[in-house]
């Protein structure tokens, strides 16, 4: 399973992001899907997860309310909305596949498959 997420960039503390990752594996729908995040120097840090068929959503504390993960089997992708972003939210975005696709898994452990990343900048 290859990942690629794309959608990062630089924005000022309010702003939003929606950020994509497009899987190319044809048994997509059997996959959990999940949202990491890392700054250097620190432990990579969930952010949110999905099952299969997109019913059940997990969330860090940290971005409930204000994150949105969903997916589109049709298209073999998973998305982040981030709203109302502050610079604590600045890292390096991960998306991430397991083939526990309840949702329900949200150690970095759990995930076999990892994209490589995209840089997601909040200035105050």
């Known amino acids: 399973v290859q990942l690629q997420a794309s959608g990062g960039g630089l924005v000022q503390a309010g702003s939003s992001l929606r950020l994509s990752c497009v899987a190319d594996v044809s048994t997509f729908w059997r996959l959990g899907l999940g949202w990491f995040r890392q700054i250097p120097g620190k432990e990579r840090e969930f952010v949110a997860a999905i099952s299969g068929n997109g019913e059940t959503t997990d969330y860090a504390d940290s971005v409930k309310g204000r994150f949105a993960i969903s997916r589109d089997n049709a298209k073999e992708s998973v998305y982040l909305q981030m709203n109302d972003l502050n610079p604590d939210d600045t890292a390096i975005y991960y998306c991430?596949?397991?083939?526990?696709?309840?949702?329900?898994?949200?150690?970095?452990?759990?995930?076999?498959?990892w994209g490589p990343g995209t840089l997601v900048t909040v200035s105050s």
């Open positions: 991430a596949a397991s083939w526990d696709f309840t949702g329900r898994i949200t150690r970095s452990m759990d995930f076999r498959f």
